[in-house]
């Protein structure tokens, strides 16, 4: 891993821009156009839920690697591609890049005009969350880090297991277990699969009452897409069909400026 003296803007640059060709080459005309999303810094789940990713935090403090810059080359770049590259690129305020990516995938106006054109939607991310969207038509997923689809034969019981078990990665703990689980090092209340299994076919009022109905409620808001405040939903899809195109004309002189000369002879992939 790179360290603060390694970090280099040229090679973030260069693997940012190869691997959106690499996956735009191998996908767009199954597919259709290529949509980057991107998350925002402060978002609507660490607002409701103090604890939401707070240990991933905690890990980059700890470490000496040098995120913020980091951060502030990849915003760099973003806005660049924003400006050079023919691709829509989503970045709104309070929004991650999942509540870009499920908005689209559950616009239905915009969803049917992707129908008309015959092409599916590809969501591209090795994050199970996304799987739940497969309820929707022609909605695919592909994981960059198996290299393979991501399938469901019930994407429904899926998110209701998904819900009661919480997702670690997140630092949202089981509807058995309190808020603060991660962040104080408690151990979550054991929560079996068969459990898991009868529980996920009943609505949660019949299974569960007070503090844990309560935080059934919590994960189902952070982890059901469904549950996106209405606001962010409405400046997603207002920023996807407004946002101006940008002529791809602009690549040459962009791949000039940066000296980006083996990515030069890959131009027509972009």
């Keep these: 891993m790179m360290n603060k003296k390694a970090m280099s803007e040229d090679f973030v640059r260069h693997a940012v821009l190869n691997t959106i060709r690499m996956y735009h080459y ?19 789940r660490k607002d409701a839920f103090k604890y939401y990713k707070a240990q991933r935090k905690t890990t980059r403090d700890k470490s000496d690697f040098d995120w913020s810059e980091l951060f502030r080359l990849l915003h760099k770049i973003r806005e660049e591609i924003s ?10 305020e ?26 599916p939607i590809l969501i ?23 290299k393979k689809f991501l399938n469901t034969d019930n994407p429904d019981t899926f998110l209701r297991e998904h819900i009661l078990r919480g ?12 808020d603060d689980t991660f962040v104080t090092d408690k151990r979550q209340t054991p929560l079996s699969k068969k459990k898991v299994s009868v529980w996920s076919e009943l609505e949660p009022d019949v ?21 996106i405040p209405e606001w962010l939903q409405i400046n997603i ?12 004309s602009r690549l040459f002189n962009y791949f000039i400026k940066y000296k980006l000369k083996n990515l030069m002879e890959h131009i027509n992939e972009f």
């Design 207 to 227: 299974f569960c009452q007070g503090e844990q109905l309560r935080n059934y409620r919590r994960n189902e808001m952070l982890i059901d897409f469904t549950k």
């Design 237 to 248: 899809v207002d920023e996807y069909v407004n946002q101006p195109a940008v002529d791809r």
């Design 94 to 119: 309070g929004a991650e890049a999942d509540d870009i990516i499920a908005t689209i995938v559950m616009d239905q106006e915009h969803k049917t005009e992707r129908m008309l054109s015959e092409f």
């Design 26 to 44: 191998k996908f767009t005309k199954e597919y259709g156009e290529l949509v980057v999303c991107c998350d925002a810094p402060d978002n609507w």
């Design 167 to 178: 997702d670690t990665s997140d630092g949202v703990p089981n509807f058995l277990s309190s």
């Design 83 to 92: 400006e050079n590259f023919p691709y829509k690129v989503i970045y709104i």
């Design 124 to 146: 591209l991310s090795s994050d199970k969350d996304f799987i739940q969207l497969q309820k929707y038509p022609n909605v695919d997923q592909y994981s960059p880090l198996t």
